[in-house]
């Protein structure tokens, strides 16, 4: 059973206006999350993240949100730029003494000019 | 500097070969991870490393996955009589102590089993 969900597969956005990124979890003893974005023939590279103390973390363009209560997370983007249009994985991580990662399958954010 | 590498890129062999991966983390990085991209799937966590040795083998799915990591540095994975299922992208991970650290990936060995 998946433990970490991202249920759209692709989205598409206009340049300049707002991606949401969604992710859910089950697991509730997961109390690290943090989003990767992944082009073609690359390894994922970082992006943001965001420890369960918190409810908000913003990085420039970059806003993480989480919802405990919920078990959701979501990742704006604004303004959106072409230049975005990668695969996005939600991961978490309980923090076992170590970092090892469940992740999601990812969601395909195309931006549009 | 320079970041994870991982060779082959590319790697087709013949259902029932063995084949071994290799992983060069970041310099310095103490802790190294393995995942794998299957077709649709998200990232499988399949090992870790601090130093040399594995204490989380539990994501291997098999007794024909194996890996070790010599000298704090390059990790080799090996696929014993590899199987059509095995295909996937296979990526190396590595992070400063293995804690909260980020982990920086490589771009992943591409295996294709016939």
């Known amino acids: 059973d998946q433990q970490v969900k991202q249920n759209s597969p692709s989205l598409s956005v206009q340049e300049g206006r707002i991606s949401i990124l969604n992710c859910d979890y089950t697991?509730?003893?997961?109390?690290?999350f943090l989003w990767y974005k992944k082009y073609p023939a690359e390894g994922p590279t970082f992006l943001i993240s965001?420890?369960?103390?918190?409810d908000k973390n913003e990085d420039g363009r970059f806003t993480v949100f989480l919802n405990k209560s919920a078990k959701h997370l979501s990742l704006h983007i604004v303004p959106s730029q072409p230049g975005d249009s990668a695969v996005y994985f939600c991961?978490?991580?309980?923090?076992?003494?170590?970092?090892?990662?469940?992740f999601g399958k990812g969601t395909m954010l195309l931006v549009s000019p | 500097g320079a970041g994870v590498s991982q060779s082959p890129s590319n790697k087709v062999t013949e259902k029932g070969k063995d084949v071994e991966l290799r992983c060069d983390p970041i310099?310095?990085?103490?802790?190294l991870y393995w995942y794998r991209q299957s077709l649709g799937q998200g990232l499988e966590f399949l090992i870790y490393?601090?130093?040399?040795?594995?204490?989380?083998k539990s994501g291997l799915p098999s007794d024909r996955f194996s890996a070790e990591r010599t000298g704090g540095s390059v990790s080799t994975l090996t696929i014993q009589r590899t199987q059509q299922e095995d295909s996937a992208v296979y990526l190396c991970?590595?992070?400063?102590?293995?804690?909260?650290?980020?982990?920086?990936f490589g771009p992943g060995t591409r295996l294709t089993v016939l």
């Open positions: 965001i420890s369960s103390i918190k």
């Open positions: 490393f601090q130093g040399n040795s594995a204490p989380d």
């Open positions: 991970a590595s992070s400063d102590t293995g804690s909260t650290d980020t982990q920086y």
């Open positions: 697991n509730s003893m997961f109390d690290y």
């Open positions: 310099s310095g990085h103490t802790a």
């Open positions: 991961a978490a991580s309980d923090l076992r003494g170590y970092s090892t990662l469940t």
